[in-house]
């Protein structure tokens, strides 16, 4: 059990006390349950607590400044954030200015010490570097001998550079930075973030070191949970493997070296102690950790991020498993326990992610409750909250707006590599092929009948331009159709099936290049030409472009059924799916549902699951299921569309993991 050491807020500030202070680890433990209601509900800080309120240090600071010399203000990305003191300033070695050889370069670079619950100087916080301090940041690294970077930031976000790229553009090539050569070997992407090898040479010693880039971090909020969890168990698997040859601080860098890195500082310190102890002490850390360093989580949402993330860590735990144990862990979860709540494994898991649900308002989902756009909607009950919507880009005439029904949805590897959406209504299928088109879909995959993937719904024909418009501004790579109901006007076909070519509203056309139909699989390629129709874009003499897309339609997967009648037809589609966008890039999959939740979620799932077998030999649906329900919680929406995600992962690695390995 995971006790939480707690304090009462309102009679302490959050403002770190004079340089040189120490802070007692004095806490009151609390019974789990009593930690669960705590978590769920973060502590609140009134106004009088919140850091900026108080000025009296940054007075400080602003006079620390003045007496800087003038070449070291120029490093400064935030006049407010230095270290506090000179007993946790990270000294560099001193050396002559490559710039001015007789001069000796200064030996000061804005980072602190920082300790771990239980190690000191275990982390060192230092802010993004800007172009004169990119040779410093390396001098630290090789100076402290650490074995990685943490960066949290990306390099231009909200209009702005949040930090230079101070790592080479090309793999294998290598650059100087200040006498330090740098050679990125491996870059390994994944949704939220890169994992990146990097070989330091100075004179005639190399070392090899790793840098986490968290790419998600959204810039005015907090990233989720789950994710953040994943990136730091990822971290700590890698330097654990490494051969201990340097056992220096971790270098955690946001953009100023203040609020993200103490996210991650005040997550990663309170697991390693949860560990060993089984305790959390958030509190008395970030108390701790702002002695060390000024503006260490600067938010109230920060600070209960931290609570949130940490609560997942208790309820959910790791769930991922190596494959080697994936049969046998399944015969573990089918079985049912007695006494208790007499729930197998599967069952308890489910629970636990309806529980975490995210719940989005009307507000969350204005786009889609708007007068012009609620004839969109098969349902009004599944609308696409507005920050996790492609917008349509194609102009389609005055009266077209920029709405579809769909979500992204995040893969294993990439980020919004899915598109889910409804078949087209009678109003939307000009939106579907603008979908297409301005996503750069080249992949459609559906089922026999009705944000790398887009998950929207079955089209009705005033929708189906909207679909084909989402498909060409996207540049999605393909559309998967998971539904093939009769002809009706309910469901009116999108994609023309036999003709050569048809028009979907008044800017795309789609034509019909080549068609395969296999046993329980048909699938065409088509080629989208749009029309300039906008008056702006005539004069200027703007040409659009052609684009290409497959379309995949699973027949086996009958009307009423939860699950498809052949396990190996949905796995093959696939792949058929993954070896046409290696072909053709790696754009957004559209995935079509018949109203837009069910069976696209068993496809995006059990696809990152795929994933990360190939990628990491690890299986984690848990993980999955609760990523795909990110942005539209009505996917996998029933305990058997989830057991089946498992049944699918089974059925890839005992027919397809090693013949499709050897070919990656």
């Known amino acids: 059990m995971v006790e939480l050491r707690s304090h009462s807020v309102e009679r302490t500030t959050l403002e770190p006390p004079p340089a040189g202070g120490m802070v007692s680890r004095q806490s009151s433990t609390v019974s789990r349950r009593k930690r ?197 168990r990822r971290m700590r698997i890698c330097l654990s493997n490494r051969v201990p040859d340097l056992d220096g601080p971790i270098i955690v860098h946001c953009s100023d070296g203040a609020g993200r890195s103490g996210v991650f500082l005040a997550i990663d310190a309170n697991i390693e102690l949860a560990e060993e102890d089984g305790v959390f002490d958030v509190y008395g850390y970030l108390k701790k950790i702002r002695q060390a360093r000024r503006g260490l989580i600067e938010t109230v949402d920060q600070y209960k991020f931290v609570y949130d993330t940490l609560e997942e860590y208790v309820s959910c735990g790791y769930s991922a498993f190596p494959v080697s144990e994936l049969s046998q862990r399944l015969k573990e979860k089918a079985v049912r326990v007695t006494g208790g709540d007499k729930l197998n494994d599967y069952q308890r898991e489910f629970l636990q992610i309806c529980r975490q649900v995210p719940k989005f308002t009307i507000g969350d989902c204005a786009g889609g409750h708007r007068a012009d756009n609620r004839h969109k909607n098969r349902d009004v009950m599944i609308v696409p909250p507005d920050n996790f919507r492609p917008y349509l880009t194609s102009f389609q005439g005055n009266a077209a707006t920029d709405y579809i029904n769909a979500v992204f949805v995040d893969g294993y590897n990439r980020s919004k590599e899915y598109i889910v959406t409804e078949w087209p209504l009678r109003a939307t299928p000009s939106d579907f092929w603008s979908l297409v088109y301005d996503f750069g879909c080249n992949s459609i995959v559906g089922y026999s009948h009705p944000r790398e993937y887009i998950v929207t719904e079955w089209v009705l024909p005033p929708s189906v331009a909207d679909l084909w418009s989402l498909v060409y501004d996207y540049d999605c790579a393909a559309v998967v159709v998971l539904c093939n109901p009769d002809a009706s006007p309910n469901f009116p076909p999108f994609w023309p099936e036999t003709t050569r070519s048809r028009r979907y509203g008044t800017v795309f056309t789609v034509e019909h290049i080549s068609h395969q139909h296999y046993q329980n699989i048909k699938s065409w390629i088509f080629r989208i030409n749009k029309k300039i129709v906008s008056l702006t874009e005539l004069m200027a003499g703007v040409k659009a472009e052609s684009k290409t897309c497959q379309l995949f339609q699973l027949t086996c997967w009958p009307a009423g059924y939860k699950v498809p009648t052949s396990t190996n037809a949905l796995v093959e589609l696939m792949n058929m799916v993954e070896r046409w966008r290696q072909r053709s890039g790696y754009g957004p999959v559209v995935v079509v549902s018949p109203d837009g939740q069910c069976r696209a979620g068993v496809y995006c799932a059990a696809n990152a699951c795929i994933e990360q077998v190939i990628q990491h030999g690890e299986v984690d649906v848990f993980q999955a299921v609760k990523t795909v329900r990110r942005h539209r919680p009505q996917l996998i929406s029933n305990m058997m569309e989830y057991k089946y995600c498992y049944d699918l992962v089974l059925h890839y690695v005992l027919h397809y993991l090693n013949k499709d390995t050897s070919t990656h």
Request: net charge positive; charged share 25%; glycine share 4%.
């Open 36 to 232: 669960g209601r705590r978590s769920r509900s973060a502590p609140r800080l009134s106004d009088s607590n919140k850091p900026k309120k108080h000025n009296k240090y940054l007075d400080t600071a602003s006079s620390s400044i003045s007496a800087l010399p003038g070449r070291i203000q120029l490093t400064m990305l935030n006049s407010g954030l230095i270290p506090i003191d000179d007993y946790n300033r990270v000294v560099l070695e001193p050396r002559r200015d490559p710039d001015s050889p007789d001069a000796i370069e200064s030996d000061y670079i804005n980072a602190s010490y920082v300790d771990s619950l239980l190690k000191p100087n275990a982390y060192i916080v230092t802010q993004g570097p800007n172009e004169r301090t990119v040779p410093d940041l390396w001098r630290m690294v090789w100076k402290e001998r650490s074995p990685c970077i943490v960066m949290l930031t990306k390099t231009f976000d909200f209009i702005k550079v949040m930090c230079v790229q101070y790592w080479p553009v090309q793999l294998d090539k290598e650059e100087s930075y200040g006498g330090m050569h740098v050679t990125v070997l491996k870059e390994e992407q994944l949704a939220n973030f890169v994992i990146r090898s990097i070989r330091l040479r100075h004179g005639t010693e190399e070392r090899s070191i790793l840098q986490f880039h968290y790419t998600e971090w959204p810039c005015h909020s907090c990233p989720f949970s789950n994710a953040i969890l994943e990136f730091r």
